[in-house]
């Protein structure tokens, strides 16, 4: 990174974001990280009146890089809003999509002629086998509870 916080080729970040972050130089971001870094180590070394050159070239390079930082992360957390609205919409296309094939199988089961027969014949098999059920001994109400069990059971 150059004098200024600009990007020079070659220098580090790489990721697209830090270059962005790197390249973006948000004076009023600057300013408030440094007046916040001047206040706290003027607090913690019990220091009055201006700071030695030293200390105040160490603050601003320290606040240019924590501006750039923050940058870098709003930039990010826009990019990540952005991309989940965008994903979003594509989820709910793709879950439309499944439940208009889900539409259409069911009509298309309904206008089978042979439906009518298969529900007919299920049927059937339910009252053998709760007729076999209160033949073993089981009570009316025990062998529709067997049976609505059972249902439930194959259909997890």
Same mark, same amino acid.
């Given at each position: #990174? =150059?004098? =200024? +916080?600009?990007?020079?080729? +070659?220098?580090?970040?790489?990721?697209?974001? +830090?270059?962005?972050?790197?390249?973006?130089?948000?004076?009023?971001?600057?300013?408030?990280? *440094?007046?916040?870094?001047?206040?706290?180590?003027?607090?913690?070394?019990? &220091?009055?009146?201006? &700071?030695? !050159?030293?200390?105040? $070239?160490?603050?601003?390079?320290?606040?240019?890089?924590? @501006? %750039?930082? @923050?940058?870098?992360?709003?930039?990010?957390?826009? /990019?990540?809003?952005? /991309?989940?609205?965008?994903?979003? =919409?594509?989820?709910?296309?793709?879950?439309?999509?499944?439940?208009?094939? @889900? !539409?259409?199988?069911? *009509?298309?089961?309904?206008?089978?002629?042979?439906?009518? $027969?298969?529900?007919?014949? *299920? %049927?059937? &098999?339910? !009252?053998?086998?709760?007729? !076999? &059920?209160? %033949? /073993? =001994?089981?009570?009316?109400? $025990?062998? #529709?509870?067997?049976?609505?069990?059972?249902?439930?059971?194959?259909?997890?």
């Amino acid at each position: #990174m =150059g004098r =200024g +916080g600009r990007f020079i080729p +070659g220098s580090e970040p790489t990721d697209i974001a +830090g270059r962005i972050a790197a390249t973006v130089s948000v004076g009023s971001v600057e300013y408030n990280k *440094r007046k916040d870094v001047e206040a706290k180590v003027k607090s913690q070394l019990g &220091l009055q009146g201006e &700071l030695p !050159a030293d200390v105040k $070239e160490a603050i601003d390079s320290v606040s240019k890089a924590s @501006a %750039a930082k @923050a940058v870098q992360l709003s930039v990010v957390q826009a /990019a990540q809003d952005s /991309a989940r609205d965008i994903s979003r =919409g594509a989820r709910l296309d793709l879950f439309d999509d499944k439940i208009k094939v @889900a !539409a259409d199988s069911i *009509r298309h089961i309904g206008a089978s002629s042979d439906v009518d $027969e298969v529900l007919t014949q *299920r %049927a059937q &098999l339910l !009252a053998k086998k709760k007729q !076999a &059920l209160v %033949a /073993a =001994g089981f009570s009316d109400e $025990e062998a #529709m509870q067997i049976l609505l069990a059972d249902i439930s059971a194959r259909q997890h």
